[in-house]
C-alpha cells in the first residue's frame, strides 16, 4: 500500500496530466450532451455578455452596409403589402379562407460573434429562448442559408453555421427539381461542395441550388448558390460539385430565425406513422 | 517563485485571454491562418513553476478560451499536451546549467536558438493537438496539416515580435 502510495506520488505528473487530458477529451466528444446543460449555459452566459459589448462597438462600423440592406429589405416588403397589388373580386367566392395559413414566422437578430476560419464554425445571436427561439430552427439572412439553431440560452442562441463538418443541407436544382447535399469541407468560406448528384444529370456552370424544403429546417427555395465547378467521376454513381455560396458569410449582420409555425404537426404526424 | 512573479502571471494570463478572444479570434488570412498567441502565457511561466500548476495552469487557460469559442475541452486538451510537453522539452534542448539563468524563459536570458527550439516546438504541438482534435478525421490530413504549419508560423511570429517588444535586449 505505502508502495503504491510512493509510486503516485512519484509519477503524479503522468497521473494528472492523463487525468486532465482525458477529463477535456470527453467533454469535447460528449459535446452535444452538454448543450443545455448548466455548464454549457454559464459558458454561454459569460462569453454572450464579452462579446455582446465587443460587437456593440465593432457595429458602428457597418452601419452603412446595414443601412443599405435594410433598405433593399424594406423595398422588398413594401411591394408585399395589400395597397401594391392590383385586386379584383375574386376571392368573394370564398366564404372562409382556409387556404392561406401562416406557415413559416421570422425572428430577427444580430449576430454577436462569427466565425469563417475554423473548420467548425458558429455564431451567436442575440436572441433567445425567450423570444421564442428553438433548437433545430433555420437561420437564413435575406432569402439566403446561414444555419441551424443547437443550443439556446435564455437571451442568447448559439448557431452551427453552413460552414461546419457537421452542416449538411438538402438542396435541389432549381431547374429540373433534383435532391442533392450540400456539404463543406474547410478551406475557403466562399465555396462549398455539392454532393450525390445523379449522373444523368447535365449541369453547366451557374446552374442555381436552393434549398428542397425537405428537412424541416428551411422552408423550400431560399438560394444556397450556384454551381462554380463539377467532376464527372468515372467510377462512382454520383457526380461531385463545387457550389458559390450566395450568402457572404464573413459579413452577417442581422440575420432572421425562421420558425415552423406547422412543426408540431409535421412531427406528431411522423410519430404517430411510427408507433402504429 | 516570487509574489511579484506571480501577479505579473496573472495580469498577463488576463491580457492574453481577452486579447486572444476580441482580436486575434477575429483574424484569418485567406481563411486559413489563424494566430493562437495566448499560448505564450505558458511559455512564459518560470522554470520552478511546480509541474502541477504547470497542467492545472494550461488547463485553466485553454478552458478559459473554450468558453468563449463554445469548444468546450477542445484549447483545453492542447494546452494541457503542450504543458505536459514543456518540462521534456526544457530538460531535451538545454546543455547546461547557464541556459537555465535568470527566472522566466526569455529570448533575452536564453538567446535566440534557445527560445527558437523552445517556442517552435511547443507551438507545434499545440496547434497540432488543436486542429486536429477539431477535425477528428484524417481524411483532410495535407489540408489540415498546412493549416498547422501556417499558423503555428504565424504565432512564432507574434510571439518573436512580443519577445522584442516587452524585454528588449541590453535593458
Redesign the interface.
Known sequence: MRNLFLFFREH??YF??LL??T???????N?NE?QGSS??SV??A??GS??NM?SGISEYFSLRKTNRVLIEEMAKLHSRIPEAFYTTDVNIFYKKDSIVHLEYKYISAKVISN??????N?L?INKGSLHGIENHMGVIIGNKIVGQVVSVSPHFS?IMSMLN?DSRISGKFKKNNQLVNVEW?????RRGQVKEIPKHIIMVKGDTIITSGNSDIFPEGLMIGTISGFKNAQDENFNNGEILFSTDFNSLGYIEVVVDMMRKEKEELKDSFKSQ | MTSRTVFFNIIRFFFLIFFQVLILNHINLSGYINPYLYIYFILLLPFDTPRWMLLIAAFVLGWSIDMFTNTIGLNASACVAMAFARPFVISAISSGPESLLGETPSLRNQGLKWFLYYSIILILIHHFALFFLEIFRFSEFMATLVRVLLSSLFTLFLVLISEYLLYPRGK
Open positions: 503524479y505528473f494528472l496530466f486532465l487530458e477529463f477535456s477529451l470527453v467533454l469535447l466528444f459535446y452538454f455548464l454549457y459558458s454561454n459569460v462569453s464579452v462579446n465587443f466565425s469563417t476560419n475554423k473548420r467548425n458558429f451567436m448559439w463538418k469541407n474547410g478551406g475557403s468560406y
